[in-house]
């Protein structure tokens, strides 16, 4: 088990105040890893950290836009002094702007690609400089099936997580001689506070997640912490450039009418 052991480690976690990025960060410290944790909104911030504190987590928050490239060197840098080396990066921080793109604004899908793609890109390229010194690092690219296939009104999202795969698989081929694994993690339909308004009986989407998925059932957001951690720790040293999907099957089938057996 001490391949998959994260002590000792300082995992760094964009987005980490709430939902998807919340549960990855949980399981990054169960395994023993210290948490830093970035995000944009004190309140979630405040709430964020009263959790993993009293789950005995030791875990420090950030509070800075991962978009801001002369922020987020700031805050590197910051944290770097205060915390130590960044050993695990986890690119999770996203936003999803639904709109046809018949209609949807140009300045919204800047938004979503500034946000989705180049964040991560920004903080992919700071941390990774520490970690060509230290000739050993991870970083974890938080992608979606939408990295694979289209849906209509999610244009601009598909648009950057779809590069958020070729950049994983980019800088992967760039910085493996260092010592650096960069991969990502694919999640498929979630049961978050966001999608709970949709996850009734009756609901037609609901139905239509449940029919599509050979698992027939949402993911709970700790389906994630086996990849994370996999991801992180010395158990994936050889893995490089791949996007694990954890959807429960979804991309693995073109799916079946909900009738059939």
């Not at 976690?13 to 960060?25: E, K, S, V």
């Not at 959790?51 to 922020?71: A, C, I, P, Q, R």
Request: aromatic letters at 8%; charged letters at 20%.
């Amino acid at each position: 088990m001490d391949l998959f052991s994260l002590k000792n480690k300082n995992a760094l976690i964009t987005g980490g105040t709430h939902g998807l990025g919340m549960a990855m960060a949980e399981a990054l410290a169960k395994a023993g890893a210290k948490l830093i944790i970035t995000g944009t909104t004190p309140s979630k911030m405040e709430e964020a950290l009263s959790y993993y504190h009293s789950k005995g987590y030791d875990s420090k928050g950030y509070l800075f836009d991962v978009t801001n490239e002369n922020d987020a060197a700031k805050y590197v840098e910051l944290i770097t002094k205060e915390v130590g080396d960044i050993h695990i990066l986890v690119n999770n921080a996203g936003i999803i702007k639904r709109e046809l793109a018949i209609s949807m604004p140009v300045s919204d899908f800047r938004k979503v690609i500034d946000v989705d793609l180049v964040g991560p890109f920004i903080m992919s390229q700071l941390v990774a400089k520490q970690m060509i010194e230290r000739k050993e690092g991870k970083i974890i690219n938080i992608c979606s099936m939408m990295s694979e296939l289209g849906r209509n009104s999610v244009s601009a999202y598909a648009a950057a997580k779809g590069g958020l795969k070729m950049l994983t698989q980019n800088l992967a081929t760039e910085w493996a001689k260092f010592n650096i694994q960069v991969n990502g993690i694919g999640p498929g339909y979630f049961a978050t506070s966001q999608t709970e308004p949709i996850r009734v009986d009756g609901n037609p989407f609901n139905e239509f997640i449940i029919s599509r998925t050979p698992a027939g059932r949402w993911g709970n957001p700790e389906d994630l912490g086996g990849a994370a951690v996999f991801l992180a720790s010395k158990a994936s040293d050889f893995v490089n450039g791949q996007v694990i999907y954890v959807d429960g099957g979804i991309l693995a089938t073109i799916g079946k009418p909900s009738n059939e057996e």
